[in-house]
């Protein structure tokens, strides 16, 4: 039975009729030529009697030819026809690269690894029809060579948040296996529950992994259950069941790295073992997203922890073969190690600095338990805080800055920013989408992704073994949504990751992707349909703004309006720049096959001033994650809208004091700033922004300051413009100071703690 589960997800496809070969990931080298190689039963898969490695990968295709035809082909026995699997030596394809040569009266797959066989075997499968058929199998004769880009070429599933169930593993592990991924990233633990069962502390999954049923509920408002309710919700994967997944994954080349979070993060283990915290006050695991007085750490002043967790790798090292053990290490709120005696004894006695340091300490411990069983960690860059551990390979997340600093450590790297490969944010348009955790990471931009950064050497970049994507299930509760979410994104960075660079191209991407589809259709999988929101964007040539908008639609076409009018079919046609002589509101839709895909158009306010495209310089630097499009985002004549990610800089925790020189001396009557409110995402408005005007650039004179007008407790997204208007005045120079808001509110879930600032655009008149 578990060969049935293999194929479900497969993405074979080739419209018979056009002998298009739409192979994804693009190969390095294809070469179709004439004909066509016709799978029946007078067809066998032949291999040397000798390479019993490959008696698996002949089983392997036996089976998933006969998912989708009914034929049992058999295995080295004389037939006419022949499917020949060869171990080769050549340096050219590396360990998983392979040889693919289909003419009209053989098969032949060649490489140095069962793993580049098992790869020459998806990509024929890929010519193959979707689902169970009756129509003849046929190949089209080609030349295949191929090989991948990357070592380390991932997908992640959070199982912690919400439970998903062995054979929605193993679906999942046949979908990263069709597109040639090598690495499943496991998260098998988190503060809202404990999925892999430990024998000798059972109290893990009996109480770690079940928390109150509040599915009903949007994840950040979910109250924190009481003692005493009932625990109906979660579950977890026995030790038998992770043997067979690992099993699996191994028949498809793919390694399973489990993660087991420390030392934040872990309020299910603390659930079931209270003596692991600072406070060991009992507690239930985490329902959903409120920390309000839970504890989330383990006791770093503890030794007991560190023999509870020595325990726990022990046991999971003896379940996976994989080189690496994920410990985590990210977010680890370490105010109550400020406040614990055994913490601030521990700092004392291994003459430590400071917390950050603690967790250095903490690491490093774990690290050599885990050097001891010949195994390496690796942990998101969070581990990096307080001096990185010897051997630790770092998963760079917040952005690429932890990936860059630890390659020119000469440490291993895996990228996986969270903008663009956090397959948890929004697709498409978010008023068309299921709801996300936010963000906004479109198929194009997962597909316009590059790994390796420009700031490393190529030296440096050799410490780059690869990148994933993470799927975190906050708002992810079912396998159909585990499906929308993954696909297609996970297609266009299979070809980031495997495909040369030089061979990366959206356009025939797109075209190539078209036919997968239709297998996902015919399979009933549950995918994105595209993202027709269109990009509004501005650009500056000679001087002049204009506005550029796209879609990344395929076939598709942009109509606009400039008057505030809906845009229709009978709007102006999108062709080229349009030019930006006023302040205006450009709003626009995609067309696809004379159908107005669009939910809602998009709409972007562009404001024409005398400091667009000027410099603009900042006392304290912007945040690294909201960038915005570039250091200039505040004077490139476009307004942030309520999408966080779109056009805002942002900066925490100090305040945003930014200057803009005009150039030359000129008449201004009016300064404004606009600043976003978004409670829930900590952002808020400032206090006041003041506005100054210079002729020297050294000697400001305060023009006025403007306090916020919105209240602290306002729940929606708004944005409000600071504006000061004051008779015409020669300058050269302005200054605007926004005060961030040092704490949080009362009642905020981080109350006490200091807000973002959010700004753009400032306008100068």
């Known amino acids: 039975m578990k060969y049935l589960l293999i194929f479900f997800f497969f993405p074979t496809y080739l419209l018979a009729q056009s002998k298009q070969i739409s192979i994804i990931p693009v190969p390095v080298s294809l070469q179709q030529n004439a004909g066509e190689f016709i799978i029946n039963e007078q067809t066998q898969i032949e291999f040397s009697a000798q390479s019993k490695q490959l008696q698996s990968a002949a089983s392997?295709?036996?089976?998933?030819?006969q998912d989708i035809s009914g034929l049992n082909l058999p295995i080295n026995k004389y037939a006419k026809q022949k499917?020949?699997?060869?171990?080769?030596?050549d340096a050219v394809i590396g360990e998983e690269g392979y040889h693919l040569a289909v003419s009209i009266n053989a098969i032949q797959i060649k490489a140095n690894t069962p793993a580049g066989i098992i790869y020459g075997m998806q990509t024929l499968l890929q010519t193959l029809p979707a689902v169970r058929t009756n129509a003849k199998l046929t190949v089209p004769c080609m030349k295949v060579t191929d090989y991948p880009r990357f070592k380390w070429r991932g997908m992640h599933l959070d199982v912690s948040r919400h439970f998903f169930g062995p054979n929605v593993i193993k679906q999942y592990l046949d979908l990263l296996a069709a597109y040639k991924f090598n690495t499943f990233h496991w998260h098998l633990v988190d503060d809202q529950g404990w999925r892999i069962e430990i024998k000798k502390y059972p109290t893990l999954t009996n109480t770690g992994a079940w928390r109150v049923d509040q599915t009903n509920l949007v994840w950040g408002s979910r109250p924190q259950a009481k003692v005493g309710e009932a625990l109906t919700y979660g579950g977890y994967y026995t030790q038998a069941q992770i043997k067979e997944i690992i099993t699996y994954a191994s028949e498809r080349n793919i390694t399973v790295v489990p993660e087991i979070e420390m030392p934040g993060h872990v309020a299910s283990a603390i659930a079931s073992y209270p003596f692991l915290s600072c406070t060991q006050q009992p507690q239930l695991p985490l329902t959903g997203g409120n920390y309000t007085n839970m504890a989330s750490n383990y006791c770093a002043g503890n030794d007991s922890v560190f023999h509870f967790l020595e325990d726990v790798l022990t046991e999971v090292i003896q379940l996976f073969p994989s080189k690496y053990i994920h410990i985590g290490g990210d977010e680890v709120d370490k105010t109550s190690w400020k406040q614990c005696s055994k913490c601030q004894q521990r700092i004392r006695k291994e003459n430590l600095k400071d917390v950050d340091e603690l967790q250095s300490y903490f690491i490093k411990r774990i690290e050599k338990f885990v050097t001891s069983k010949k195994r390496k960690i690796i942990g998101w860059d969070e581990i990096?805080?307080?001096g990185l551990?010897?051997?630790?390979?770092?998963?760079?997340?917040?952005?690429?800055?932890g990936g860059i600093a630890a390659a020119t450590m000469k440490h291993d790297v895996v990228m996986t920013p969270g903008n663009p490969v956090y397959f948890d944010h929004y697709q498409g348009d978010p008023a068309s989408e299921p709801i996300a955790i936010g963000g906004f990471n479109t198929l194009k931009k997962v597909y316009d992704y590059e790994p390796l950064p420009k700031e490393l050497t190529e030296t440096e970049a050799s410490y780059v073994l690869g990148a994933q994507a993470n799927l975190w299930t906050e708002y992810v509760t079912t396998p159909k949504q585990v499906e929308y979410m993954v696909l297609p994104r996970m297609l266009a960075l299979s070809e980031v990751l495997w495909s040369p660079s030089k061979l990366k191209d959206w356009t025939g991407f797109n075209e190539r992707l078209q036919q997968h589809f239709k297998g996902f259709d015919q399979k009933g999988l549950n995918y994105s349909k595209g993202n027709f929101k269109v990009e509004i964007k501005p650009i500056l040539k000679e001087g002049e703004l204009y506005a550029t908008l796209s879609t990344e639609a395929y076939k598709g076409q942009i109509y606009y309006t400039t008057n505030g009018d809906q845009p229709s079919l009978k709007s102006q046609l999108y062709e080229g720049l349009i030019k930006i002589n006023s302040s205006v509101t450009i709003k626009a839709v995609t067309e696809v096959n004379g159908v107005v895909k669009s939910v809602i158009p998009a709409e972007q306010q562009f404001a024409l001033h005398k400091a667009i495209?000027?410099?603009?310089?900042?006392?304290?630097?912007?945040?690294?994650?909201?960038m915005a499009d570039g250091p200039n985002s505040l004077t490139d004549g476009i307004k942030g809208t309520t999408a966080i990610n779109k056009f805002w800089h942002g900066i925490a925790a100090k305040d945003l004091i930014a200057i803009v020189d005009l150039e030359e001396e000129k008449n201004i009557q009016l300064l404004s700033l606009g600043c976003l409110q978004n409670y829930n995402d900590w952002i808020m408005m400032p206090e006041w922004v003041k506005f100054e005007v210079s002729l020297d650039g050294t000697n400001y004179t305060e023009i006025k300051t403007v306090t916020n007008p919105i209240s602290q407790q306002e729940k929606k997204a708004v944005i409000n413009n600071f504006t000061a208007s004051f008779p015409s005045m020669k300058v050269r120079f302005v200054r605007v100071t926004a005060k961030v808001l040092y704490q949080l509110p009362k009642g905020h879930s981080g109350e006490g703690k200091p807000a973002w600032i959010f700004a753009d655009e400032f306008i100068v008149e």
């Not at 499917?83 to 030596?89: H, T």
């Not at 551990?389 to 800055?401: F, H, I, K, N, Y």
């Not at 495209?613 to 909201?626: C, M, Q």
């Open 83 to 89: 499917i020949v699997l060869a171990l080769i030596k």
């Open 384 to 386: 990096l805080e307080g």
């Open 613 to 626: 495209g000027k410099k603009v310089n900042y006392t304290h630097p912007i945040s690294r994650y909201y």
């Open 60 to 65: 392997f295709l036996r089976n998933a030819i």
């Open 389 to 401: 551990a010897p051997d630790a390979t770092v998963m760079s997340w917040r952005g690429e800055a």
